[in-house]
């Protein structure tokens, strides 16, 4: 059955007020607040050896491709036997952390909960690699699902999507695929809590400025890392709240309101229904950036709706 995209709550003034924020969260939220004002900490390119990683599953493999300027590209394929669909999982990180092999646990989740097959792609990271390096590489792995996924994986029903910095390269993603590859085909688009403008949304000063999970410094850390270039922050293919967003495929645009990306996702779920695209808008009362992968009642919502979505547009 076909995703049913519900408009009319959307924007429910409700879900932005104190009182609907659940107790588990606000108790989290605090917690997080009163660990920055000791001394808040900004994850950058020598953390990356810190940074914890789910449990790897064991069908998980490594697949070499060809990526840009003639080099490889390394994909991480977790596929169950005859997938129902193909779900391109671009990591999070802010463009300057993380690894296709951190999210395993999580692909999981989606594989069991959908039948498809997930394929991320190992792209470069910022400062060694800033824009359009993981830009470039998303593009690639794109590319290669489009022209080699029904031969490898019995399938051409393909889905993208992502956390953060995943779902920051999702949208030029399948705007590259479309401009320069006539592709328009992809069933459907999961952005989770995305930057979608690299000049700064209003949110991304304000809300940062609390310090609950990812504060304004740490954006303006992981922005000059991938734009060193101050004036090309409104590149439509960096920031794509600027973008050409017309034919692109549904689109499932989860977010919390104490996320300093709160705007990008707002603005982009409107913009993308102004382009005649289908969309919906999940938000999660005082919830912070990540929500989904935290002990929260919200995160088990919030993914549950994920996966329903994802299992619908292949449908």
Not at 66 to 76: A, E, F, K, Q, T
Request: hydrophobic residues 40%; neutral net charge.
């Amino acid at each position: 059955m076909a995703h049913k995209f519900n408009y009319l709550s959307s924007l429910n003034p409700q879900l932005f007020k104190p009182e609907a924020v659940p107790a588990d969260t606000r108790a989290l939220v605090d917690g997080m607040i009163a660990q920055t004002k000791k001394g808040p900490r900004i994850l950058g390119p020598s953390d990356r050896r810190a940074v914890p990683k789910e449990a790897l599953s064991p069908r998980a493999k490594w697949r070499t491709i060809p990526g840009p300027g003639g080099r490889d590209l390394r994909l991480r394929v977790l596929a169950p036997d005859r997938p129902k669909g193909l779900y391109l999982h671009l990591f999070s990180g802010g463009l300057v952390i993380g690894s296709a092999d951190a999210n395993d646990a999580m692909l999981e989740r989606i594989i069991e909960s959908t039948g498809m097959a997930c394929v991320a792609p190992d792209y470069r990271l910022a400062p060694e690699h800033p824009y359009p390096a993981a830009w470039d590489d998303c593009e690639a792995a794109a590319l290669w699902l489009v022209k080699n996924g029904k031969a490898e994986f019995g399938t051409d029903k393909l889905t993208i999507g992502g956390e953060s910095a995943g779902a920051t390269l999702a949208v030029p993603t399948l705007i590259r695929m479309r401009d320069k590859h006539g592709y328009t085909g992809f069933k459907g688009a999961n952005l989770s809590y995305g930057n979608y403008d690299t000049s700064m949304s209003p949110s991304q000063i304000h809300v940062g400025a609390l310090g609950a999970a990812l504060t304004t410094a740490a954006i303006q850390a992981c922005s000059d890392a991938y734009a060193p270039d101050v004036a090309s922050r409104r590149n439509p293919d960096m920031s794509a709240i600027y973008a050409d967003l017309r034919n692109l495929p549904p689109a499932l645009l989860s977010v919390g309101t104490m996320d300093p990306f709160l705007d990008d996702s707002l603005f982009m779920y409107v913009r993308w229904i102004a382009a005649g695209n289908d969309a919906e808008l999940a938000v999660y009362p005082g919830a912070p950036h990540g929500f989904n992968m935290m002990p929260l009642k919200d995160a088990k919502e919030g993914n549950a709706r994920i996966d329903a979505f994802l299992a619908d547009v292949i449908a």
